[in-house]
């Protein structure tokens, strides 16, 4: 078995909000999972029933083979960093740091030698006689993750750990978490909101959508192979672009920008949709300016600029397609500039297509 296993949990308030339905995931020891989704999705909630803080309204928790659904936050052996910092203002760093042992009657030796072991690992040495008050917003987010691997414990819980840190102090704390995943070795489950944060620190991640799970995989996974067009449009920035058009004759037709669906799809698929709306979609980094190398094998797509973003190492190109708005991201040096009228193209394997009505990812060919 798992290490942890999830199976069927539901959680149901009593005035009758379901806030979670059905969620099945194993998550296998040392592995760092990432639950992410928009604000109201289930995710936390999600966490704090594997923390022991809400109870399971119906299914089944278990940890290393053990059923956890009674277990209390104590003896479920799981360490949890919030959102807010939850420092004890009149305490220094050390005593921060120290109060988790202190409870647990440590020796003070043994404290002082853990202290000082975390200390390092988060650059703190020379903070711990400080109070909170004193420190900068990712000093203090450094003690909160140290209160909970200065414990040892196999699990380690985070909620929105990062989001009240400036975008400098975020890319910091990002590297330095997912090292101490890496030196403790401790499983570790991560709820953001931040897509980027998802991608850039998971073994896996977990995409919900109103209390549903909408799918598991890899970053890879989920960037190369997206289940709907929820997960499509969640994961990737700036998001993929969707194109809605009817099937006719095999093609799809957005005002003379004509995409012709045998270049990337089998015969059945195509005679499967005729007369049906699909989804056309691309990410904004997956098109080719014309004369930028193969012009074959690409669908050749025609719109106005409306809005460029010069963002350094790129540039975020807003066009309209034909009254569709859509962002394309381009070399700095290549970008068009405002109002300009100018064609791109999308090569064949860039395409995505959904199904307009259940929004699920159209399997293109038999063989894939």
Excluded at 12 to 25: E, K, R, S, T
Excluded at 114 to 139: E, F, H, M, N, W
Excluded at 172 to 197: C, F, K, L, N, W
Excluded at 198 to 218: F, L, S
Aim: proline content about 4%; glycine content about 8%.
């Amino acid at each position: 078995m798992s290490y942890l296993v999830l199976r069927g949990i539901n959680k149901i308030y009593p005035n009758g909000y379901h806030a979670v339905h059905d969620f099945n995931l194993k998550i296998e020891k040392g592995e760092f999972i990432v639950f992410v989704g928009s604000s109201g999705c289930g995710k936390s909630t999600t966490l704090r029933m594997i923390a022991g803080l809400e109870n399971i309204s119906k299914g089944e928790f278990y940890i290393d083979g053990v059923r956890a659904n009674e277990k209390g936050p104590r003896e479920r052996g799981v360490a949890m960093v919030f959102q807010s910092y939850a420092l004890y203002p009149h305490m220094t760093v050390y005593d921060n740091l120290a109060f988790g042992l202190t409870l647990q009657g440590v020796d003070d030796d043994v404290i002082e030698q853990k202290v000082y072991a975390t200390a390092k690992i988060l650059g703190l040495t020379d903070y711990l006689d400080r109070l909170p008050r004193a420190l900068s917003g990712g000093q203090r987010q450094r003690v909160a993750v140290g209160r909970a691997i200065i414990r040892k414990v196999d699990i380690f819980l985070m909620d929105e750990p990062l989001s009240n840190l400036d975008a400098k102090q975020r890319v910091t704390m990002r590297s330095e978490i997912t090292q101490i995943h890496r030196e403790t070795g401790a499983t570790t489950i991560y709820v953001t909101h931040d897509q980027t944060e998802a991608m850039t620190m998971a073994d896996r991640i977990v995409v919900m959508k109103e209390g549903y799970i909408q799918q598991v995989g890899t970053p890879h996974d989920l960037y190369f192979n997206p289940s709907n067009m929820f997960v499509a449009g969640f994961i990737g920035e700036p998001p993929m672009n969707f194109i809605e058009g009817t099937v006719k004759n095999g093609k799809i037709d957005v005002k003379g920008n004509v995409i012709v669906l045998s270049a990337v799809a089998d015969k059945d698929v195509i005679q499967k949709y005729e007369g049906e709306k699909i989804v056309f979609g691309f990410r904004p980094e997956a098109i080719r300016l014309i004369g930028k190398g193969d012009d074959n094998n690409s669908f050749k797509i025609s719109c106005t600029v409306e809005l460029t973003e010069m963002l350094g190492d790129n540039t975020n190109v807003y066009v309209d397609i034909a009254g569709i708005k859509t962002i394309l991201k381009v070399d700095p040096h290549d970008a068009p500039n405002e109002d300009d009228a100018f064609d791109f193209l999308i090569p064949y394997e860039s395409v995505y297509l959904f199904d307009k009505n259940t929004e699920k990812r159209i399997k293109l060919r038999a063989d894939k």
